[in-house]
């Protein structure tokens, strides 16, 4: 249970906190977040996730400014309020309350809020054994402005979640409308390992439509790039079909929170030898050994 909560640079009690009734997110779903990971009191890569948001921000038109270092200093406040060194963070911003917005008035201050809880891993069993993923029966829109940001409008991923939950599997994949390529999970980012043993994932950007998302841009996805190259892993960024997640040697999906996620069975469809391949386990344990080196005490 978290006992405290961060609202606009204030940490109060969680059974005190209040949004207001006009606030854009409650009514319009306008919004952003991020969701980190924090280890021994550390938060993992989070000028990358600080990075993203404002960026998102920038796009989206919404007022966001962070006071980096007053940032940091409040959410270890909020760690230490709630006895936490292992916890699951997020930080949500809002385009503000609407109720006072007029023509003299068009941008109220955005509001803030910082949450952490106690960080419950994945079950073991997962990453020895892999996991099931789903095909979402929807279909990513590269023409939204929204798509490739971490936006609060988050139903219809949670939908499809629920969906793919309930026919046994842990994610569902999402493919894009017109080419149906391959986009992303609900909460991950994707990544295969085809028959002559490089990784590919797909862009972030529509390589038919230059200027449009089709992806976000996953920090830990942006990590296991930068490791597969530390590896001398062969790795690339291009459109995937069906045909190639299907054809592939080994599929893994990544999240700050899972981390590298083994995939054995899509749907019915047996990836591999049903058992998490080898580059995959390689790129894990370098991710591990990255997230241990972050978090050793200078």
């Not at 385009?95 to 007029?102: C, T």
């Not at 038919?208 to 841009?217: D, T």
Request: aromatic letters at 6%; one cysteine or more.
């Amino acid at each position: 249970m978290t006992d405290f909560v961060a609202i606009n640079g204030q940490i109060i009690p969680y059974e005190d906190a209040r949004i207001a009734p006009f606030d854009a997110g409650v009514l319009h779903g306008a919004g952003l977040f991020e969701t980190m990971r924090v280890i021994g009191g550390r938060v993992i890569a989070f000028d990358a996730h600080l990075a993203r948001l404002a960026a998102s921000a920038a796009a989206l038109a919404m007022p966001v400014h962070f006071e980096q270092s007053a940032l940091l200093e409040l959410i270890s406040e909020l760690l230490d309020a709630n006895d936490l060194r292992d916890a699951r963070l997020r930080l949500t911003v809002t385009r503000g309350d609407l109720s006072d917005v007029d023509a003299a008035n068009p941008d109220p201050p955005t509001t803030t809020l910082v949450s952490a809880g106690e960080f419950k891993p994945y079950l073991p069993a997962l990453y020895e054994k892999g996991m099931t993923v789903a095909i979402s029966r929807y279909k990513q829109n590269p023409f939204s402005p929204l798509c490739g940001h971490k936006s609060t409008s988050y139903l219809d991923r949670l939908l499809a979640l629920r969906e793919a939950q309930k026919a046994g599997a842990g994610e569902a994949l999402w493919f894009t409308v017109g080419e149906k390529y391959l986009a992303e999970g609900c909460i991950s980012n994707v990544f295969i390992v085809t028959a002559d043993g490089e990784i590919a994932t797909c862009p972030i950007e529509h390589p038919q439509h230059p200027g449009n998302r089709m992806a976000l841009p996953g920090i830990t996805r942006s990590l296991v790039c930068n490791l597969a190259a530390e590896s001398a892993l062969a790795m690339h960024e291009k459109p995937l079909t069906i045909n190639d997640l299907l054809s592939a040697k080994e599929v893994f999906i990544t999240n700050a929170i899972m981390g590298i996620m083994p995939v054995v069975r899509i749907e019915r469809h047996v990836v591999g030898n049903e058992k998490p391949g080898a580059v995959t386990q390689r790129l894990r344990q370098a991710y591990l050994a990255h997230l241990d080196k972050l978090c050793v005490a200078p």
